[in-house]
Each structure stands twice: as structure tokens, then as C-alpha cells.
């Protein structure tokens, strides 16, 4: 795996969405190509990313983070494309996160240098893992989470093992009751940090925590919401502090996903004896999406004064295939294609067939079931849809979406392919 491999693969109508009459291309080659989504040229379904949304997001993040003193290491879990972590480093990303050792592994071959998994690590084969690249990778810092003391007795034993190993940077997780992974109180999560302090096999470089899960949207509740993880993140940062346990000349400090992250990013930088990096984690942001995110930041845009925000840059395309009945239309598009486990589908656009121009679908209209392969898309009657039609989709929770793609057209405002994103999963 190197990094021409992941950047610039060979694509093939193997995969869904390439002509299919197509011969093999380098990805490099696709822009080059002059295909066109609404003429016709890629068969449906067909996830694509629109360039200058994408584009505006990358440098909005980036912008908003830094603006605060904060650095961003967003989750490369969203969409696992080696094309847009360089993307995202390139508009200057302090680091990737990502949730496994895989993953990682990834992140590192595209050209990360700065890496946090936000997980748990403690396998035999993952520490390894890890410690392989360190060894390969001189310049790589890669950190990981740690929330328990039997945690901490695996990654001991593994380097009882292995003397020759260098030490495991590691965040300490706080956590909530009822939450997810992470100390559920001060004094567990005080002690576990002396134990972190004490051992040979890591060295302590700062706390995080995942506030994302129970955000609603709503400020009054959100706003209450994030300052109990804030003031636990920040007790806990300042206790390790006042004790000496942290391990490095600087502290890093974690938090943030896509939902609340405006909401916890002026929290990252308690003042402690030695400097500290606030690091923003949010991924969703690079393409965000038309449902639970753009609720989401409607709240962020509310609070922040900050104009526009996030765009939804990723939409599904797929034909009408049937309109058996009156009020109802089947898309050639389903479960294997697209995200539907936080909301079903969108309908945005509609090109008919035998045109190549774009109307705003009712909003009246709506995605009531989907199937394997399947979406019903459900109106007043008669739907203006005939079979043959196009019907642009927008989605909800841009992970899900992702994952099912290997490549992604990237396209312009005409949906003129302009070049290609391919996918790691």
C-alpha cells in the first residue's frame, strides 16, 4: 500500500456507477473524460460530491478552528477517502482521526503525519499494528484512547512481550453514565490517570471525550448538554495537571463531533501549567448532508452568527424505473446505495428523462420505504414523474452513504465529472 496506490488507483466497471462500456482508468484520468451525470454518460445509482461545496466546507472548518486557536483532526471514518484526507490536510488539518488501527493505516499511507484513534485500542494484533508503524514511520505521532485499567493490562502485557517497543501515546477518556465508552466519574478517571503515569508502556498526552450523542439540535437543551462534558473534560485536564501525571511537554485536549462541536470548541483551551492543544475531531463536515446535520446546523448558524455554514455537498442520483399507481413512483436506488439509519432520503431535483435540466422536486414529496434496491417515493397525485426520469436524492448522515461506494464521482455545478474520490472500506 503506498500512496499513488490510494490516491491515484485504476477504477474499472467492476465498480457500481462506472460506464460500464468504459475501459480501466486511473483516477487521475476520470476528469479528463468529459462525463456528464444528467446526459447520461454514468449508469444509475450514482453517489456523487459536488466540487465547490466540498471545497467550501474544507476551508469553513478549517476556518472556524482556527479562528478559536484550535486544530482540527477530523474523523476519516465519514467518508475513508485517502483523496479527501489529503484534502483536509492539505487545507490545514492538524491530523486525522480515525476509529481503528485499519483505518490508520490508511490515514498514513495518503500522508497523515499527526493520528488519533478515538477508540479503545488493546488487541495484540493492534498494538502491534501500531508500534509497525511508528517504526516505519519515524515522524508519525499516533494516539489512541484509553478508559479503564484492564485496558491498560493487556497493553502492558503485550509490551512485557515486546521490550523493544516505544511507549503508547494514549488521550484519557471521560465519559458519562448511560453514554458510551470513557471514565464515568472524576475520581475513577483521576486514579486511572495515575496508573497511566506510572506504567512504562504509555505516556499520558492529554484527555478527550465524544459529547455528539445525545444532541438534539435544540439550544437551550444542547448548550446545558455540552458544558457537563466541558467542565468534566476541563476538572480532569486540571487535576492531571495540579499532579504532574501528564506525559508530555504539551497537553492535548479533544472533543467535538458534527452535531454540538461549536459548543465545546471554546472549552479546549483551559489554561495549565504547560501549553495545550485544543483539537477539534468533526468529520461530517466535509460533505455534510440534507437531513440530520443541516438541522443541526441551522442551531450552529443561530448561535454563531456565522452565515451560511455547512453545505450538503453528497447526493444520490437514480432513475424512475415504475410508477405503478397513482401518488407513487419507484427509484432504481435502495438500501445497498444509500444512508437510512438516521432518516430516509430526500427528494432535491428532478431531471426528466430526454433533457438535461434540473427542477426542484415538491416538497411534498418524500421517500416513504426503502428496499435492497428499491426507494418508493410518495406525493400527491398525479406525481409529475414518468418513467425514465431522474430524481436527484439527498441524504442523511454522510457515513453511511460513503461506505457503500468505492468511488465518487466529483462533480461541478453542470455535473460534468471533473475528477473521482475512492473509498477504503
Known sequence: MTLHSLIDPLIDASFKGFPHHSAPLLRSCIGQQGWNVLQGDLPLPLAVVKREVLQH???????????????????????????????????????????????ARIGVAAGAQRCLIANQVLAEVDLRGIDDLKHRHPELRL???????????????????????????????????????????????????ELLHDSAAVRLAG????????????????????????ERLQALARACDEQNLFDTDEVLLSAGGSAIFDLVADGLKPQLSRPVIGLLRSG??????????????????????????????????????????PGLALLAVGKRDISYDWDLPTPLLVCPRGTHEL??????????????QHAYLQGPAPLALQVGDRVGLGISHPCTTFDKWRWLPLVDRHYTVVDALVTCF
Open 284 to 325: 461530517c463536515y466535509v460533505t455534510h448532508d440534507q437531513g440530520h446535520y443541516r438541522r443541526m446546523m441551522r442551531a450552529v448558524t443561530d448561535r454563531t452568527g456565522c452565515g451560511s455554514g455547512l453545505q450538503a455537498a453528497l447526493e444520490v442520483w437514480a432513475h424512475v424505473q415504475s410508477c405503478p399507481e
Open 57 to 103: 466546507n474544507l476551508a469553513w472548518m478549517q476556518d472556524f478552528a482556527s479562528a478559536r486557536g484550535l486544530g482540527l483532526a477530523p474523523h476519516g471514518k465519514t467518508s475513508m477517502s485517502p483523496q479527501l484526507f489529503r484534502h483536509q490536510l492539505d487545507a490545514g488539518a492538524w491530523g486525522m482521526t480515525f476509529a481503528n488501527v485499519t483505518q
Open 359 to 372: 427542477q426542484a422536486a415538491p416538497t411534498d414529496w418524500q421517500i416513504s420505504q426503502l428496499n435492497d
Open 143 to 193: 494516539l489512541f484512547f484509553v478508559d479503564s485499567a484492564a485496558q491498560l493490562e493487556l497493553i502492558e502485557a503485550w509490551r512485557q512481550r515486546h521490550p523493544a517497543a516505544q511507549a503508547f501515546e494514549v488521550l484519557l477518556e471521560i465519559g458519562m453514565p448511560g453514554g458510551r465508552t470513557g471514565c464515568r466519574d472524576l475520581p475513577q478517571a483521576l486514579h486511572l490517570a
Open 207 to 230: 484527555v478527550a471525550c465524544y459529547e455528539g450523542l445525545a444532541a438534539t439540535g435544540q439550544t437551550a437543551h444542547d448548550v446545558a448538554y455540552a458544558r457537563q462534558w466541558i
